[in-house]
């Protein structure tokens, strides 16, 4: 019996690190988790597989944070085949290897701006977009490679 049995969890950048990390965790506390991903399929495809053969129940979601149609798609696809989502952990983030000033330019900025600020703004309304009474007490988790807040 795990901490979260009976918990749907949605876990974006979840393909690989630790992202994929705290997805198997996730599971193996009785979650069903919702394993995002923008660009690596196979990547979250093993991940998935991996908590199945664990027992767990999972499924790919895939979509941009940087988009609010594409986490509306993600959100729905996830409620649709797990149920609502009780966990939110934003892990989605891009980094440049620590660019010199001189070397960041407009695209480089909104990439990591857009994935890193509005796509956890954007998924964390979502995700409260969808809160009820029944949800009151239930975790928000906002986490990223350089820091966690929980409320």
């Known amino acids: 019996m ?17 992202g994929a990390g705290i997805a198997l965790s996730l599971a193996n506390e009785g979650a069903a988790v919702a394993v995002n991903y923008h660009s690596d399929r ?8 991996n908590i ?4 767990g ?13 594409e986490i509306d798609r993600f959100f729905n696809e996830t409620e649709k085949q797990l149920g609502n989502v009780d966990v939110l ?14 070397d960041i330019n407009e695209k480089e900025f909104h990439r990591q701006f857009d994935t890193n600020v509005l796509g956890l703004l954007l ?5 409260g977009g969808c809160l009820g009474t029944q949800f009151l007490g239930q975790p928000l988790i906002l986490q990223g490679s350089f820091g966690c807040l929980c409320w």
Not at 42 to 49: L, Q
Not at 89 to 102: A, H, K, R, T, W
Request: no cysteine; aromatic share 4%; net charge positive.
């Open 2 to 18: 795990g901490k979260l049995d009976g918990k749907v969890a949605l876990v974006t950048g979840a393909s690989k690190g630790i």
């Open 42 to 49: 196979a990547g979250a495809d093993r991940v998935v597989e």
């Open 52 to 55: 199945k053969v664990a027992g």
């Open 57 to 69: 129940k999972a499924i790919t979601v895939p979509g941009s944070v940087t988009s609010s149609d």
């Open 89 to 102: 952990i934003n892990n989605e983030g891009v980094f440049s290897d620590y660019l010199p000033l001189q």
């Open 123 to 127: 998924t964390s309304k979502r995700h």
